[in-house]
């Protein structure tokens, strides 16, 4: 199953205690802080990406990352269902591998870009290469969440993306069902929390949602941001 493991990441982050119900930690994060995304829309790919990356992975990174720059600059005139399934169909089509097998580290948060040059990931990368994705072509960060589940019946940690439109039911873009379902309907994930420009919520509580009243900085955040910005990204 391509599920990942993020224990490691919520203990970082500092809410899996309170995700397991004992309490609301000291210490909160801000994930992604309002208006840190903001990329230019004249471009996607910055000058010398794609070589770079064919240097470091081999000659079908710069193919895969060009796909990718195509599928988004296509879906800056699009809407909707439109934007959605064209964005989570391509990406589906990378392969699954653990942060393990792959990177060799117990957790680690690919760039979009590293995650389409090797043309794999886990669901971590999926999730952030999807939100970034509709991003560039024109979502608002608003309307979009990663959310953290527990993927049943196992109870195997997940991560998908949330894309919530206008007076609606959140969707879910996840790599393990390629089908883009009502979060209702997906009855064989368990919330945990989720997370956007405006802040961090907690989906496992009675009556809903939770929003966690502060939060700061998160270490695998700001370490992706900074090699998103590193590979020429306007964040």
């Known amino acids: 199953m391509g599920t990942c493991s993020f224990y490691r990441l919520c203990s970082c982050l500092g809410v899996l205690r309170q ?15 309002t208006g840190m995304l903001w990329a230019s829309r004249e471009a996607l790919l910055p000058a010398g990406l794609a070589e770079n990356m064919s240097t470091r992975y081999g ?24 934007r959605l399934g064209s964005v989570n169909r391509f990406l589906n089509r990378m392969t699954f591998v653990s942060d393990r097998e792959h990177w060799q580290l117990a957790d680690y948060w690919a760039t979009p870009a590293e995650f389409l040059a090797t043309g794999a990931g886990d669901c ?10 509709l991003y ?26 949330l894309y919530t439109p206008e ?27 989720s997370f956007n420009g405006a802040g961090l919520w907690l989906n496992n509580q009675p009556g809903g949602e939770k929003p966690v009243p502060r939060y700061r900085g998160s270490r ?14 306007d964040l």
Request: with cysteine; aromatic share 8%.
């Open 167 to 193: 007076g609606g039911e959140p969707l879910v873009l996840d790599n393990l069902n390629g089908e883009i379902l009502p979060a209702s309907a997906r009855t064989d994930l368990r919330p945990v929390y």
């Open 220 to 233: 695998l955040w700001d370490n992706v941001v900074a090699r998103m910005r590193r590979e020429g990204f």
């Open 59 to 82: 000659a079908g990174a710069s193919e895969r990352l060009h796909r990718w720059e195509a599928v988004v600059l296509g879906e800056r005139g699009s809407h909707g269902a439109e």
């Open 136 to 161: 560039l072509a024109g979502t608002p960060l608003s309307r979009l969440r990663l959310m953290y589940v527990e993927a049943l019946p196992q109870g195997e940690p997940h991560m998908v993306l």
């Open 19 to 33: 995700a397991r119900g004992f309490g609301l930690p000291a210490v909160f994060c801000s994930l992604l802080a």
């Open 124 to 133: 971590e990368d999926y999730a952030l290469a999807k939100l970034f994705s």
